[in-house]
């Protein structure tokens, strides 16, 4: 690193490697150094920031429609966790930051005085999140970020225009949008808000005229008294986030479809109590073109990691004493946060918005806009789609760097999969959690964020961010080869967790999982309950309700009695008795488990080699790469469990269990609901997996398992787990899947019944539920034709 240079230390120690003794609570502390891009350029000094942060309860999430003043002070708790950063030196506002006492003392004693005429009381101006008086006065007279109207009277108002960024990158193929959450202010407050990058239009030679009120040319969209809001584009990214106008060119595209301008008048501004402000905003869209592009990395891409910018000369030193820094100096944390479903010129109401028609004339990308634009913004299927999506795991991104860190590495000697083998090293499943998830599941408390959030506690889902086919772009040596882009990167874990939301759903359906499973969650991660079939909550309304009016639920619920995930617990006495489903524990958490590794193979990276002692596996021979994901995911389980902690620590029945599961039946059910096969052709498979491979270990609720995965698995078919089990609700015909549960229970007795029972025990229900009537069961030689018919005939 060179020369190291430390900041804010309260001990002056020079020591890094235990953040936790460093500083005091909020203290941020730096180390410097300088960095360049992958072309070389120099992008700024880059710093690694340690600070201190309190949690904070309670925290209002909500983006204030203004320049953010809508904000307190963190709360204090006794929660503290040291954190470390990348962090960006800026230019800011430093241009013209002050300190307080370098004021020119007699103008601002005459400024303090018109506040005073004008009935504003300015004492608590300063404290918990207010501005002071000097802040206001060198906003207005010094930074020119604002004038003030009609001093020292009853109708004093600022007016204030501003530029607002929204920075769009797309992670992990889910657009996010950059925020600071957290802002570390001149006068030792701090500040935990959301606030996208934005920056005051500086007025130009009216500062010293005495407005008596707001002119017209204020309000308009082109101000003759400020700077170019265009302008303002560039130099807000500039200022604020260090980047500067090369790298905006290179890297960022305006979407000239997502501008508006907007007016908000008498607003209260918390940063200035008593004092109405009028906001003139001009709110534009940028885009980042590659979020995988090395250069973009100083914004915490392509992971969404968090980093920080200090605006000015930020000494860290008078940030925790009674010395004050000077105004206009801040230290930014910025965050990169999943985007809203509306877009960001939707939002606005017609009378205040108004959208370019062409790009602006002083953006960065002027002339390539139009083009790139259109190519990067989504459709609205699209865009649907990607809104459906989870965002990952704040722990992604560490568990993304120390997979890429595997793939450089040689494979370890004798093991079947290296990558996978480094990957798991030194992993285990946190069973504690994943219990009282399991015990929780029928809680009507828990929902369905609190159960995504506790899906960590499956070490295995990591694997789902590595690519399942190696980039063409990338030499196997490379530590990117085999990582996937940013647009594909996810979908395999996103049907992973569509699988595991439909469990969550299925285990619920007496509370809100009917509405789950059938139309998704609404932007809390509620159950959305349709009102009708014009709600356009969702996509294809009309499908959704008629799905959750006709599924046969009881079938569901049937099932997962069958494969002992629920039981009926039964109390009382000889005259009264009453019964309850609850969970059963172990069978449950065994289904988790199975569903977090259940597709990790594939991902083609891990996929393992068959070894000398087990060769020949399911006609692969020695040396040879099982492209089955299936039979490679049964070859680690028999041979290299230990690979799989999910897998690894469940007891001997549950680990036959989840091992059927991954058998390759060769059972068409199609066949089977509509007698179009005898039981033979239909069952033989099956029976011989049962008896040969498994010596007749297999129950009946093994088999009603293996189709509760099987249904779960299809229902997260779709990558868009926030949407609800979209191919059973949208895509897959509700009859077959009505016919397809009510003949699991059938299916099921294949574990301990000849295959012409099974068969025969299932065409005289098909005959005895038959509408309308068919009259009484057949007998005869030409009874089961008579019922094979009725199947195939199906409603016609």
């Not at 904070?56 to 809508?70: I, K, V």
């Not at 905003?281 to 885009?287: K, P, S």
């Not at 068409?668 to 052709?681: D, I, K, L, T, Y």
Request: proline fraction near 5%; glycine fraction near 6%.
């Amino acid at each position: 690193m060179g020369n190291v240079q430390v900041c804010g230390c309260e001990t002056g120690t020079p020591v890094i490697q235990d953040e936790e003794a460093l500083l005091s609570p909020t203290a941020p502390m730096a180390v410097k150094r300088e960095t360049s891009d992958a072309s070389g350029q120099q992008v700024g000094n880059v710093t690694n920031l340690v600070y201190i942060e309190r949690t904070a309860y309670n925290l209002s999430s909500a983006a204030s429609t203004t320049d953010g003043l809508s904000s307190r002070q963190s709360d204090i708790s006794s929660k503290t966790k040291a954190k470390t950063i990348s962090m960006l030196q800026t230019a800011g506002l430093g241009v013209v930051a002050m300190p307080p006492e370098t004021l020119d003392k007699s103008k601002l004693a005459a400024f303090r005085e018109s506040l005073y005429l004008a009935g504003i009381d300015t004492a608590k101006w300063g404290y918990g999140g207010a501005k002071s008086v000097e802040h206001l006065f060198w906003e207005a007279y010094e930074q020119k970020g604002c004038i003030i109207t009609a001093k020292g009277s009853g109708q004093m108002k600022r007016v204030t225009r501003l530029v607002k960024i929204r920075l769009v990158a797309e992670i992990f193929g889910v657009d996010h949008v950059l925020f600071s959450r957290m802002q570390f202010m001149h006068d030792g407050q701090t500040v935990e808000r959301r606030q996208v990058p934005l920056r005051k239009l500086v007025w130009t030679g009216c500062q010293e005229t005495d407005f008596k009120e707001c002119s017209e040319e204020f309000y308009a969209e082109e101000c003759p008294h400020t700077e170019n809001w265009t302008d303002g584009c560039k130099k807000t990214l500039e200022e604020r986030l260090g980047l500067s106008s090369n790298w905006q060119t290179l890297h960022l595209v305006e979407d000239v479809d997502d501008y508006t301008y907007s007016t908000e008048d008498n607003v209260r501004s918390d940063g200035y109590p008593g004092l109405n402000t009028l906001y003139c905003i001009h709110e534009v869209t940028f885009r980042v073109r590659d979020p995988e592009h090395s250069g973009v990395q100083i914004i915490g891409l392509p992971e969404g990691q968090e980093f920080a910018t200090a605006e000015g000369d930020f000494n860290f030193n008078c940030q925790q004493d009674d010395r004050w820094l000077a105004i206009g100096t801040q230290l930014n944390i910025w965050t990169w946060a999943r985007a809203t479903t509306q877009s960001h010129a939707m939002a606005r109401t017609p009378s205040s918005a108004k959208a370019s028609s062409a790009p602006s004339p002083a953006s960065p990308t002027a002339a390539a806009a139009p083009v790139a634009a259109a190519a990067a913004a989504p459709n609205k299927a699209e865009e649907m789609r990607l809104i459906r999506r989870v965002p990952l795991p704040a722990s992604s991104a560490q568990a993304l760097t120390r997979m890429q860190a595997a793939l450089a590495e040689t494979n370890k000697k004798g093991s079947p999969s290296g990558l996978l083998w480094r990957c798991m090293e030194n992993m285990s499943t946190d069973w504690a959690k994943a219990k009282r998830m399991a015990n929780k599941m029928m809680d009507p408390k828990y929902t369905l964020s609190q159960f995504y959030a506790d899906l960590s506690a499956f070490p295995e889902l990591n694997l789902y961010l590595l690519d399942d086919k190696a980039s063409s772009s990338s030499s196997a040596g490379s530590p990117s080869a085999g990582m996937s882009s940013g647009r594909t990167l996810g979908d395999e874990f996103q049907r992973t967790i569509g699988a595991f939301f439909a469990i969550f759903w299925m285990m619920r359906l007496d509370l809100d999982g009917k509405d789950g499973f059938a139309n998704g969650v609404d932007e809390t991660w509620l159950p959305v309950a349709l009102t009708g079939k014009e709600d356009m909550r969702v996509t294809q309304p009309d499908k959704r309700i008629a799905f959750q009016r006709n599924a046969k639920w009881d079938f569901f619920q049937k099932l997962l009695m069958d494969a002992g995930l629920i039981e009926e617990k039964k109390s009382g006495t000889i005259f009264k008795s009453s019964s309850k489903i609850q969970v059963n524990e172990k069978r449950l958490v065994s289904l988790l488990a199975l569903t977090a590794v259940h597709d990790i193979m594939k991902m083609a990276v891990i996929l393992p080699e068959v070894q000398e002692e087990h060769a020949p596996y399911h006609g692969y021979g020695l040396g040879d790469t099982i492209g089955d994901h299936d039979h490679a995911l049964s070859y680690m389980m028999e041979h290299y469990p230990q690979v799989l902690p999910s897998f690894r620590d469940l007891e001997a029945s549950e680990k036959r269990s989840v091992q059927f599961t991954q058998c390759n039946l060769c059972f068409n059910h199609g066949w089977f609901v509509q007698a179009e096969a005898p039981p033979g052709a239909i069952f033989t498979t099956f029976r011989e997996a049962l008896v040969r491979d498994h010596k007749s270990l297999i129950s009946q609720r093994d088999v009603a398992l293996y189709f509760v995965h099987w249904l779960t698995d299809l229902a997260g078919a779709e990558p868009t787990p926030l949407g609800g089990c979209e191919k059973f609700s949208v895509k897959f015909p509700l009859p077959v899947l009505n016919s397809f549960l009510r003949s699991f229970e059938f299916v099921e007795k294949i574990a301990t019944q000849t295959e012409t029972g099974v068969m025969e025990e299932y065409l005289q229900m098909r005959w005895s539920e038959h509408t309308p009537s068919m009259g009484t069961v057949p007998i005869g030689d030409s009874a089961i034709a008579k019922m094979r018919l009725l199947c195939m005939a199906q409603m016609n």
